[in-house]
């Protein structure tokens, strides 16, 4: 059976911490400054990503009505990624079978696309949003009686500024945008009401015979940031009010499914080991299972375990609790979050000596190492004392000393298991944290050496008929 060391290489950005965390946005596109060849091969296309590029472009061929797509979802979602991803495709036709071939039969007459992009993270573009369009259009000019005072273009406005050729236009970060526009004065009201007013009249005017080639893509936070979301929320009540049409409405990354595993693979992993190496590991963490099973800390079944196994290797089936926890979390950047913390650790794992593992999983997350302590401060700063006292602290927590006393690291595996649910609900850290475990969860954590078993033989409590059932003590509080 192959370690994780000698099946997977990981990518180099993996050990280079300056590199880890290169945040693309659209700016970056319209300068031209991403290269799709180094883009895609790091792509995975999430079913969310798969329709908007289909329904995009069948758009762009002048082959569908539907003109206005959103993607919804929380900070660090994947929603930027997804206008890149369309962006590239739509200015560089030679991409588009390489990477769309496998679902979509692009048009070889459809050449390269226009792309207009605005973040509102610009938020003082001079003359609004149609001001940066327009002059991302080179027709600047177009546009003048709308710039000072500042006016929202109506819809023919839009119509003229638009037609053409065919056009991908893309509105990012428009949520806090529309917060910040509030301050801003304009006649008797305030650039937010006026960009509203712009916004919907430019989702009208793509109902135009005029534009039937021009698409729009807009993001839009999950409810979270309220204030700038209402502002989109009504401009799209106005388009099916006015129009009967409504926006797409597309999850970049979808929740509840294993497509964040997949996207873990691609981002840390250049090279992955064959199938059969994979059914083989899968197959060490059945028997260990099953093993489990028989001295009853366990009531996992053992084939489904390894089928899950296939699904999310190199990573540890348990880590998409992880993610469900983590998520609850406001201060989680969901995708973007874990793929940080995964390079973390894999990088800390590469750089060790010892090479016994197969899976990466919840218990290699050290919680003694600064950069990931850092990382998951970042989830929910109030874990820091209890992850200290419980968890890791230089060996002096409850899970180390035991550890120390017991002579190898399954309480401390046992309990970085369990601050899976701690990071998310603290309240459920007790001091007793090892017992609150539960069963089922125990055996989820057998590793091929059957390390678990040997746990509960060497433990002193061995020959005690302990309740493994799950504390309802509230245990201590933590503000949130
Ligand atoms: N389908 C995907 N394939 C590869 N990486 C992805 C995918 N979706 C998201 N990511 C990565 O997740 C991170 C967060 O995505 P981003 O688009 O910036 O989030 P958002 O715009 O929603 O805040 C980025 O590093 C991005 O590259
Ligand atoms: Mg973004």
Redesign the pocket.
């Known amino acids: 059976m192959k370690t994780l060391k000698s099946a997977c290489k990981p990518r180099d950005t993996v050990f280079d911490a300056a590199r880890r965390d290169t ?2 946005d659209l700016s970056d596109l319209v300068g031209d400054r991403i290269k799709p060849e180094e883009f895609f091969p ?5 079913e969310g ?1 798969k329709t908007l590029l289909t329904e995009g472009f069948r758009r762009l061929e002048g082959k569908s009505d539907q003109g206005v797509f959103k993607l919804t ?1 929380a ?8 206008l890149l991803a369309l962006g590239l495709l739509a200015k560089h036709p030679k991409f588009r079978i390489p990477v769309m071939g496998g679902f979509y039969a692009p048009d070889k007459a459809l050449g390269d696309v226009r792309v207009v992009a605005f973040s509102g993270r610009e938020s003082d573009a001079p003359y609004g949003i149609w001001g940066a369009m327009a002059e991302q259009l080179g027709t600047r000019e177009l546009f003048k009686d709308y710039y000072s005072p500042l006016a929202a273009p109506g819809q023919t406005a839009w119509v003229n500024l638009l037609k053409g050729e065919p056009l991908v236009i893309m509105l ?1 970060e428009l949520p806090p945008y529309f917060v910040n526009a509030k301050a801003k004065p304009v006649g008797n009201s305030d650039l937010s009401v006026v960009t509203g007013t712009a916004l919907s009249n430019l989702l009208v005017a793509l109902g135009k015979a005029e534009l039937k080639n021009v698409l729009l893509v807009i ?1 839009d936070l999950t409810a979270s940031y309220q204030a700038g979301h209402q502002q989109i929320v009504t401009a799209l009540t106005d388009l099916q009010q006015e129009t009967g049409r409504t926006a797409m409405d597309l999850e ?2 979808r929740m509840n499914t294993d497509e964040f595993y997949q ?1 873990l693979r ?2 840390i992993f250049e090279k992955l080991p064959s199938k059969d190496d994979i059914a083989e590991v899968a197959q060490a963490y059945a028997k260990a299972i099953r093993d489990a099973r028989q001295m009853d800390v366990t009531n996992a079944s053992p084939e489904q375990f390894a089928q899950r196994i296939v699904e999310t290797y190199p990573f540890h089936p348990a880590i998409r609790d992880l993610y469900a926890r983590f998520k609850e979390n406001p201060g989680f ?4 979050g874990l ?1 940080r913390l995964m390079r973390i650790v894999t990088a800390r794992i590469w750089n060790e000596t010892r090479d016994n593992r197969y899976l990466i999983s919840a218990h290699d997350i050290d919680l003694n190492d600064r950069e990931t302590l850092t990382e998951i401060n970042q989830i929910n700063p109030t874990l820091e004392s209890a992850i200290a006292h419980d968890i890791a602290s230089g060996e002096q927590s409850v899970a180390e000393v035991m550890d120390a006393n017991l002579g190898n690291r399954d309480a401390g595996d046992v309990v970085q298991d369990k601050v899976t649910p701690v990071v998310a609900e603290p309240h459920q850290s007790g001091r007793d944290a090892v017992v609150v475990v539960s069963a089922n969860k125990l055996g989820m954590l057998s590793r091929p050496r059957g390390s678990l078993v040997d746990f509960f033989r060497k433990s002193p409590l061995a020959n005690v008929n302990l309740d493994l059932a799950r504390s309802t003590d509230t245990g201590r509080r933590v503000d949130l």
């Open positions: 945040v693309l790091e792509n995975y296309i999430t990503m979802q900070m660090g979602g994947g929603k930027t990624h997804n990012d993001t970049p990354v996207i691609k981002r950047q969901q995708t973007r793929i």
